[in-house]
């Protein structure tokens, strides 16, 4: 009540310079990646939905990934507008280097500790100003970010088929209820494909284009529920994914990376995360860490070595403490195997971002996005300023830009221009709006009064 009082007493101070008529209500917005989605996996596959997106919204040519091109990692950079270093999920598995103990992926989708490291993601940065919001499966939905739950959660359990299309279809029958029986504002949708077939198969496979096109058919489906639940001027939809894919490249036709040939473990190291592609990280026993870096920098010509202190800045990684004291990437296709040779994977990711082989696709449409629209390329991080801006939500401090954007909005949509997160700190309207948003539905109208003139 309080609040609301107080907003009311900002609101009476306003309204002489701020009309009635700029009053605004945001369409809703639904986030759906696929998993593993190459940039360019569109190009050699028969896909008239996602073609057809291209004339009725916005393309762009390709997006990258965060440094470490993996499922949770990436996934959290694009749900929270930070880079790796900041959000703290620098890995797909859950460890501890101190114990040992490594957690599957499956099993950290449920494990706060792993996730909630001081970073908001937009579900809770959406329902703290009034939104209701929702994860389908999504990395990261799952847990409790300071003690707060997203509104509502679906967990994608171990052994879960991925590649069931009867099920692609009724998960968006459910999404769309969500929106137009439940009235939720935001949710984000997760599919585990093509990144398994991506995986199994190699991405340069008949099985991986038959996988685009199913894709390409629910997306149609996706299409077709929007109408038929009278959503069409109502939703905004971003379509985009966490990595690509590239051919795993074996022996005999090159010098597969084998760790143990050039080092011992035993002797060496505490703990290690390797065998997961081409990132992984090693933490010396003491006082061996110059034995380790010597050891593996010049070991093989695929592979590069860094010290945590030696890590390129524009990685965004060296500034977490879970980033282990050496830091392992091997060049595009090469595995790093510790021990012995045990990856059957015929694709993977998780090399540099870089390399067009890990860049992600990118689509958006809706009331808001402009049609027949090809934008630049852009960083992933700049999701999160964009999905906030859709929603009219008041982003948390965060890496992305909204410059890379906004482009791609039609100049009559009425948004609101979020206030900087430096701007919001010093401006009472602003802290009136944050008093305010907890408690009063009045929020959402309200905030069209607070909007920065940025
Ligand atoms: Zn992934």
Sequence with gaps: MKSELLLVLVLSLCVSSKPLSKKKTYNKLLLISFDGFRWDYDQDADTPNLDALVKEGVKAKYINPPAITMTSPSHFTTITGRWIQD???VHNLMFNSSTGVIVPHKRTLTKSEWW?????????????QGLKTASFFYPGGGVNYSGQAVDRSLVESNGHPDDNETEWRQNIDTVMRWYSEEDFHFVALYYGEPDNVGHAKG???????K?????DRVIGYLREAIEKNGLTDRLNVIITSDHGMTTVKKSPEVNEIRLANYMSFFNLSEFE?????GFGMITPKEGKEQEIYDALKNAHPNLRVYKKEEIPGQFHIAKNQRIQPIVLFADLGFNLNSRIILYINKGDHGFSNHEMDMKMIFRAFGPDLRKNFLAEPFDSVSIYPLMCKLLGVTPEPNNGSFSDTTGMLLSSAPLLSPCAPSACASSALCLAVAAARSSSSLWRSAAAFFSCSA
């Design 87 to 89: 959000h703290g999920v």
């Design 116 to 128: 909630d490291n001081g970073v908001l993601p937009l579900w809770i940065t959406a329902q703290n």
């Design 203 to 209: 991405p340069e496979t008949p099985e991986r284009r």
């Design 211 to 215: 996988i685009i096109e199913q894709i």
């Design 273 to 277: 995360l390797l065998d997961y592609g």
